[in-house]
């Protein structure tokens, strides 16, 4: 079974994206700050990570560069799930090492083409 680990600060977009992906057959886990989503990727090496650009402390653009730049969880692909939908907030997003970025609120279909994606 793919094991996804979500990294948001809303309980709310946690639930959402849960009930999405385990419908779908994914294992979920959650976190709700850059730094445990940093730590649970490096325990626990889910198969994708999801994760907010927006939270308190490390934001997930930081999360991302240290989880991209670290070899221990480098080949885990990160899709930026975030309501900053500017192209200069994509590109930099990409530019962390993301391999792909998509804006809230999420169709579901469009997030498992992209979960899909990464995961191929």
Not at 22 to 41: C, P, Q, R
Not at 115 to 120: D, P, W
């Amino acid at each position: 079974m793919t094991y996804i680990l979500i990294v948001d600060d809303s309980p709310t977009e946690i639930h959402v994206l849960q009930k999405m992906l385990e419908k779908n057959g994914f294992e979920t886990t959650a976190v709700t700050s850059g730094y445990d989503g940093v730590s649970t990727a490096k325990e626990r090496r889910p198969d994708l990570i999801l994760m907010d650009v927006v939270m308190p402390g490390m934001n997930g653009f930081q999360a991302t560069r240290q989880l991209t730049k670290d070899p221990d969880t480098a080949s885990i692909p990160v899709i930026i799930v975030t309501t900053k939908n500017q192209e200069t907030d994509r590109v930099w997003g990409l530019r962390q090492g993301a391999k792909d970025y998509i804006t809230k609120p999420v169709s579901e279909q469009d997030l498992l083409v992209k979960i899909r994606t990464a995961l191929s």
